[in-house]
Nanobody, 121 residues
Framework: QVQLVESGGGLVQPGGSLRLSCAAS????????MGWYRQVPEKQRELVAT???????NYRDSVKGRFTISGDNAKKTVYLQMNSLQPEDTAIYYC???????????????WGQGTQVTVAS
């Protein structure tokens, strides 16, 4: 059973910073991509940033220059450093992993439970 456990959300003032972490555990053969998505009520979940096992990153335009995604392959952990946060960044942030379990031949997508990020004064 694979689990993704997130931490680091909370309340921050505009212009502030937060760092999210997500650790994968379980019977994992390989992790190919990890990333962060976010969702606000009545809107679709949207990609924030992803990172491959080789370190290639991808960001949505609105967070470029403010957010930085990084990963630790040995710890099966991904981080999202969020700076210059704005009220429009308020959302539930979900960790995502594209991985293969030891007992399966195909890759599958897994999600964390989500962590709330609120940017408000």
């Amino acid at each position: 059973q694979v689990q993704l456990v997130e931490s680091g959300g909370g309340l921050v003032q505009p212009g502030g910073s937060l760092r999210l972490s997500c650790a994968a555990s379980g019977s994992i053969f390989n992790i190919y991509v990890m990333g962060w998505y976010r969702q606000v009520p009545e809107k679709q979940r949207e990609l924030v940033a992803t990172i491959t096992s080789g370190g290639r990153t991808n960001y949505r335009d609105s967070v470029k220059g403010r957010f930085t995604i990084s990963g630790d392959n040995a710890k099966k952990t991904v981080y999202l450093q969020m700076n210059s946060l704005q009220p429009e960044d308020t959302a539930i942030y979900y960790c995502n992993a594209d991985l293969r379990e030891n007992t399966r031949l195909k890759r599958s997508m897994y999600w964390g439970q989500g962590t709330q990020v609120t940017v408000a004064s």
